[in-house]
């Protein structure tokens, strides 16, 4: 099966599963929506590669690892986990919280640093951390292959998953000291190959806490593109 076939395979499944779940979102319309990412470096694991259990105390330092370092694919670059709660209902937020929330967004620049911190930091943990599992939704990557080097969807097998949600949402990397994490079992499908390759994926501090967007224009277009063409 080709890459673009697998593709199609792919936005079908994720179709098919929106209307199952009766979501109906158009891409040139304003809705309110929840969004995180997790962007991780990857590469094609060696053969020899085997994922190695280790703890630092409360650290957790596990990983794979390798005695030829070398890997079997020319297949590397970012991936970009994309997590998205379309028709998001935050109706339990208060009105006055909210009034605020839509002030500050518009007034960007002329927000004083600190009082805005302070207040989304608050907004954040009361109203949107300890609510919310964002569904993992698609992936995006710029990579290199045999040195050249691409930009398009990527396809993760199997779907993200969260051990500590147990369920395909989000988790902040964390190892327990700091915002790095190893992913273990993933592969991703290779463009030119045709098929899924094992990969280590490591993220360092590159991730988004929930952002809430109410009644704006998705950031996520080209996804919902390709679902509507499904």
């Known amino acids: 099966m080709s890459y673009q076939?697998?593709?199609?395979?792919?936005?079908?499944?994720?179709?098919?599963?929106?209307?199952?779940g009766q979501i109906t979102i158009d891409k040139d319309k304003k809705i309110g929506y929840l969004y995180q990412y997790i962007k991780c470096f990857f590469n094609s694991l060696p053969k020899d590669a085997k994922w190695v259990e280790k703890w630092n105390g409360d650290i957790n330092e596990s990983g794979y690892e390798s005695k030829s370092k070398k890997s079997k694919y020319n297949f590397s670059g970012i991936i970009t986990l994309?997590?998205?709660q379309f028709n998001y209902d935050y109706s339990y937020i208060p009105e006055e919280e909210i009034k605020k929330f839509i002030e500050y967004?518009?007034?960007?620049?002329d927000i004083d640093d600190e009082v805005y911190y302070d207040w989304h930091t608050n907004f954040t943990n009361n109203y949107l951390r300890?609510?919310?599992?964002?569904?993992?939704?698609?992936?995006?990557g710029t990579f290199k292959i045999d040195d050249m080097d691409f930009s398009d969807f990527l396809i993760l097998n199997p779907d993200f998953f969260s051990e500590d949600e147990e369920d395909?949402?989000?988790q902040e990397p964390f190892d327990g000291y700091r915002?790095?994490?190893?992913?273990?079992?993933?592969?991703?499908?290779?463009?030119t190959l045709n098929k899924y390759v094992p990969v280590e994926m490591h993220c360092e501090a590159d991730w988004c806490d929930e952002e809430l967007y109410i009644k704006s224009e998705l950031s996520v277009k080209d996804y919902i593109s390709r679902l509507t063409q499904a």
């Open 5 to 20: 076939d697998e593709l199609k395979k792919f936005f079908k499944q994720r179709a098919e599963s929106f209307k199952q």
């Open 82 to 84: 994309h997590f998205v």
């Open 105 to 109: 967004s518009y007034q960007g620049d």
């Open 130 to 140: 300890s609510r919310v599992n964002t569904p993992y939704q698609f992936a995006t």
């Open 168 to 170: 395909n949402v989000y």
């Open 179 to 191: 915002a790095n994490a190893n992913y273990k079992g993933y592969k991703i499908f290779h463009p």
